[in-house]
């Protein structure tokens, strides 16, 4: 009918009670509604409403139609939005959810890789968060194919926080996306990233093909600073006499015409 369906602090009670009334299909139809865009409804201001409800759900994933709901809510509130629930009990609700690369659906890559770097930069949520979202982090960057979407500054931090809990799987990731989101940055990271990508190798030796396949896949280029760190641990891989059963091909890097 042409009215316009603006939010205002208001309408609290309105979305108290809707939770509070603990029915899936309730919920579901409610954040169908405010999720629903259009001329005349901006969904993300009126969502932040949602988001103390959002974290308290029992069991987000308690119907196909209730979790894709709730997945598009966060995505539209965004990391910032949960900000007075608790980052923890923010990771809670993601690590319930369990979101992969096909929930996201491609218009919303970007909001997630940016939500994902949010929650990483907080240590809750670098000691919380489901190694699946590291992975799919990555996956995320991989899908822009060599353009860095540059949401947030790089944070050094998290690099020596995943060194210092030996989280040497959430490493690996990380290193490659910092590979994928700040490439044109990497000479500047490079004793960061050196530092890292050796720890790394004398303590996971097969991750150098891990990084190897992702490289490959994500159809980036592979810089000279990338390629020498990955070189140099090879080479101490192999000073330190492992097993032969254990073989490494070496990153190439495409030559400049």
């Known amino acids: 009918m042409g009215s ?66 709730v997945v598009r809510s966060v995505g539209l ?30 218009g919303s890559r970007s909001k997630w890789t940016g939500l994902l770097l949010g929650v990483i930069e907080s240590p809750e949520g670098r000691d919380y968060l489901s ?28 690099m020596i926080s995943l060194q210092a809990t030996r989280e040497w799987d959430k490493l690996a990731c990380w290193i490659c996306v910092v590979w994928l989101e700040w490439s044109l940055y990497l000479d500047v990271l490079s004793r960061d990233l050196e530092h890292a990508m050796l720890s790394l190798f004398r303590q996971r030796p097969d991750s150098i093909q891990k990084l190897d396949e992702w490289g490959k896949n994500s159809g980036y280029y592979i810089p000279a600073t990338f390629q020498r760190i990955c070189d140099q641990g090879h080479l101490e891989v192999e000073q330190r006499s492992l097993p032969p059963y254990v073989h490494f091909r070496p990153l190439r890097v495409p030559s400049e015409s």
């Not at 993300?44 to 894709?68: E, F, G, Q, W």
Request: aromatic share 8%; with cysteine.
């Open 131 to 158: 190694y699946s979202y590291w992975e799919l982090l990555l996956e995320l960057g991989s899908s822009y194919h060599g353009v860095p979407i540059g949401l947030v500054h790089y944070d050094s931090r998290v």
């Open 4 to 69: 316009r369906l603006v939010h205002t602090p208001h309408h609290q009670p309105m979305v108290d009670i809707v939770f509070g009334s603990q029915q899936d299909e309730i919920v579901a139809d409610f954040l169908h509604a405010w999720t629903s865009r259009g001329a005349a409804h901006n969904p993300p201001a009126s969502l932040v409403m949602c988001a103390k409800h959002l974290v308290d759900l029992p069991n987000p994933s308690s119907s196909p139609r209730l979790r894709r709901l």
């Open 77 to 106: 509130i965004g990391h910032k939005g949960f900000e007075k629930a608790g980052v923890e009990n923010f990771v809670g609700l993601l690590n319930r959810l369990c979101v992969s690369v096909d929930d996201v659906g491609l």
